[in-house]
């Protein structure tokens, strides 16, 4: 629990015709930029599903069979293979 604290100065409330907003903060792009923007994002197009297909693209960004080397270069070291496709020898 808090004390009040007795103060000998009165409240005073303030006129709320003396509030104003203050300034933005925030300055607008300069022109180096806005072409900085440009140039990052160029290329870049809306979503069109029908590219997907096109491009061979799934709809998480990935190509097609992109990574399926990887995976069968995985299931060879599980199977206990080696890249050139001799077994690992047992010891």
């Given amino acids: 629990m808090l004390k009040a604290i007795k103060s000998s100065e009165k409240y005073i409330a303030i006129e709320p015709a ?4 203050l300034p933005p903060l925030q300055q607008p792009p300069s022109a180096d930029m806005v072409q900085a923007y440009s140039r990052f994002y160029q290329g870049l197009t809306e979503y069109n ?5 096109e491009n061979r ?15 069968k270069r995985l299931a060879d070291i599980r199977h206990g ?11």
């Fill in 81 to 91: 293979r080696r890249p050139d496709g001799s077994l690992f020898s047992a010891k």
């Fill in 49 to 53: 599903p029908n590219a997907l297909k």
């Fill in 57 to 71: 693209i799934d709809e998480k960004g990935w190509e097609y069979g992109a990574l399926k080397a990887h995976y």
């Fill in 18 to 21: 003396s509030i104003t907003l």
